[in-house]
């Protein structure tokens, strides 16, 4: 099970923190990601953290301005997102799978949280 927090309104430029508590373990919680929603769109990646934590990927459309990280000890995966732009408005949802395939497909995850919502304002 993974429950997401965090979200929340902010205006552009500003700076919100998304946390996923992770219940269970074992391989098919070997890579964690963010993926988001904006509205109207598809379901994309946002970025992925594996090996403990030592591995890191992000989508291109990120540029720098998130950071994804793992607590080991409190099974906690964080989205540390600053100079949030406008377009950065969605639905935002971690997810739990086994290190198995491109990182950024939604497929190869199994497990889903119930989805954080951002809103960026001007």
């Known amino acids: 099970q993974l429950v997401e927090s965090g979200g929340g309104s902010v205006q552009a430029g500003g700076s919100l923190r998304l946390s996923c508590v992770v219940s269970g373990s074992g391989p098919n919680t070997a890579r964690m990601a963010w993926f988001r929603q904006p509205p109207g769109k598809e379901r994309e990646e946002v970025a992925t953290?594996?090996?403990?934590?030592?591995?890191?990927y992000y989508a291109s459309f990120v540029k720098g301005r998130f950071t994804i990280s793992q607590d080991n000890t409190t099974k906690t995966v964080y989205l540390q997102m600053n100079s949030l732009e406008l377009q950065d408005t969605a639905l935002y949802y971690c997810a739990a799978g086994p290190l198995f395939g491109s990182w950024y497909r939604a497929s190869n995850y199994n497990y889903w949280g119930q989805g954080t919502q951002v809103t960026v304002s001007s």
């Open positions: 953290v594996f090996r403990g934590g030592s591995s890191t």
